[in-house]
């Protein structure tokens, strides 16, 4: 039913939608603009933790052609929601969401070359779009490889303006040296990084707490992980535990990419940081993840 | 014949992931509050703010949603 809602919500995007920023990904509720997409996320992981505790035997066949025939209505309603969610050219969400599954398929014990074939035809999946889709994407792989934390291509020419944010979340979080400049005493907030207040939070964090700041707010992160992680692994029930996992990896690899673009880790991308990036429906769709792991931990008691 | 039927209630819960997601938002709230106060619009801050408010009624639902298996 979940599968049905989430759908009909995506399709929703496409006839009703509101476009922010020159994408259309949100469906207008009243005053409020909610972006499916996030349900979408925790919908998926749902589906494929029931799946992957039901067929336990059957997952772990050394036959390619079963494992497709095992997984195969539920890999064509994640195609069918990755193709709604890739026209509301939100790849980033696409990338975290194949990512969460695919390490769900690694810890339920799915054949490790299996895992690793269905890596490489998700990667050429994404190298397709980035090379075919919208020239944006192209862009900022130029932006990366020139500021890139690991491999700085000097001579790559890309345009100032489009490299603006790149430069200004660097430039802040440098600023920021060990103890920040001062809360309420950041430049990047003044209209220098007119993401601040979503994608680029944790360069704010960095500028004015320094790196003493960042790594407060990154370990809290991690901690969550790791707690959430180990929760899950505390269930015997195998549904229990694949939608703990799930959702641990969800959050957690939200946070990486977040704090890779402000870093210049990885390129830049529309992430938000899960708890304090501005966004409803991320603040939404991450309290539930919160809910639902607070759920598996609780220990209940008869009347 | 009464029949008394038994019902669970959660008596413990991992305190440390609530406390992390609590902190988690205040500092949220914290920033956002420091960002909208240049720009002269605390718009966004009141936002997330009344966003808040059903992410703890939708977050205290999943946590006291009765069998989880049902999803």
Redesign the interface.
């Known amino acids: 039913m979940?599968v049905l809602i989430v759908l009909g919500l995506l399709i929703g995007v496409l006839a009703f939608g509101v476009e922010v920023n020159g994408a259309k990904r949100f469906l207008k509720l009243g005053p409020l603009l909610f972006q499916p997409s996030f349900l979408a996320r925790i919908v998926l992981i749902?589906y494929l933790a029931g799946l992957l505790s039901k067929k336990q035997e059957e997952i772990k066949t050394t036959n390619i052609s079963d494992l497709i025939k095992t997984l195969l209505p539920f890999l064509v309603t994640m195609l069918l929601m990755y193709l709604l969610i890739l026209k509301e050219k939100h790849l980033s969400t696409l990338v975290i969401s194949a990512s969460t599954l695919l390490g769900m398929f690694w810890i339920a014990g799915i054949r490790k070359r299996f895992v690793m074939a269905l890596f490489a035809v998700a990667l050429i999946g994404g190298l397709i779009v980035i090379a075919k889709g919208a020239s944006y994407r192209g862009e900022r792989i130029e932006i990366y490889k020139k500021y890139s934390l690991f491999t700085k291509d000097t001579v790559a020419h890309v345009d100032r303006e489009k490299e603006y944010q790149t430069r200004e979340s660097l430039t802040a979080l440098s600023s920021g040296k060990l103890f920040g400049t001062g809360?309420?005493k950041?430049r990047a907030?003044?209209?220098f990084l007119p993401e601040?207040?979503t994608d680029y939070?944790f360069t704010?964090?960095g500028e004015?707490t320094g790196f003493a700041g960042a790594m407060l707010?990154f370990g809290?992160?991690c901690?969550?992980f790791w707690?959430?992680f180990k929760?899950s692994l505390r269930q015997e029930?195998l549904?229990?535990r694949y939608?703990g996992l799930g959702l641990a990896l969800n959050l957690f690899l939200n946070v990486l990419v977040n704090v890779g673009v402000a870093m210049s880790a990885i390129p830049s991308t529309g992430v938000t940081?899960?708890?304090?990036?501005?966004g409803?429906t991320s603040?939404?769709t991450?309290?539930?993840a919160?809910?639902?792991?607070?759920?598996?931990?609780?220990?209940?008691?008869?009347? | 014949m009464n029949q008394s039927k038994s019902h669970s209630y959660i008596a413990e819960f991992d305190r440390a992931i609530f406390f992390t997601y609590m902190i988690l938002c205040i500092i949220g709230l914290g920033v956002l509050m420091d960002i909208s106060s240049v720009r002269e619009n605390m718009n966004f801050f009141y936002k997330q703010l009344a966003y808040l408010v059903p992410a703890l009624l939708i977050m205290f639902s999943a946590l006291y949603f009765p069998n989880l298996q049902k999803l």
């Open positions: 979940w749902l809360i309420d950041g907030k003044h209209f601040s207040r939070v704010i964090i004015e707010v809290l992160q901690f969550l707690r959430a929760v029930d549904y229990l939608v940081l899960p708890f304090i990036s501005y409803g603040l939404l991450d309290s539930l919160i809910g639902l792991l607070l759920n598996l931990s609780a220990k209940r008691k008869e009347i």
